[in-house]
């Protein structure tokens, strides 16, 4: 499996992006996908995870209620809407993908198989 992410930017605070992170050479409804971000000096964090179905969804603290991750199937695409931005979320993003990976838990980083280079979002203020 190969996935692309791209749709990275500068905006400033309170400003919306979109990324998209395009999976290919695999089967995507069987792909448990997630949204990672990592800051200057700090480690890798998840912020969001989409169920194979689309039917569950997690957030970390930190974006919850300002992002919104989704999927379609039809163009194998999982979607990380960002609104409501803020200097701190500053950071590469990367998405990743399991087909083992179940939102009983939030999923940590180790679950997640595949991996796509990421794409830097700057958020000034």
């Known amino acids: 499996v190969q996935l692309q992410a791209s749709g990275g930017g500068l905006v400033q605070a309170g400003g919306s992006l979109r990324l998209s992170c395009v999976a290919s050479?695999?089967?995507?409804?069987?792909?448990?996908m997630g949204w990672f971000r990592q800051a200057p000096g700090q480690n890798r964090e998840l912020i969001a995870a989409?169920?194979?179905?689309?039917?569950?969804?997690y957030y970390s603290d930190p974006v919850k209620g300002r992002f919104t991750i989704s999927r379609d199937g039809a163009k194998k695409t999982v979607y990380l809407q960002m609104s409501s931005l803020k200097p701190e979320d500053t950071a590469v993003y990367s998405c990743?993908?399991?087909?083992?990976?179940?939102?009983?838990?939030?999923?940590?980083?180790?679950?997640?198989?595949?991996w796509g280079p990421g794409t830097l979002v700057t958020v000034s203020s």
């Open positions: 990743a993908a399991d087909p083992t990976v179940i939102l009983t838990t939030p999923p940590s980083q180790h679950q997640y198989r595949y």
């Open positions: 989409i169920s194979r179905n689309g039917g569950m969804t």
């Open positions: 050479g695999g089967t995507f409804s069987r792909l448990g």
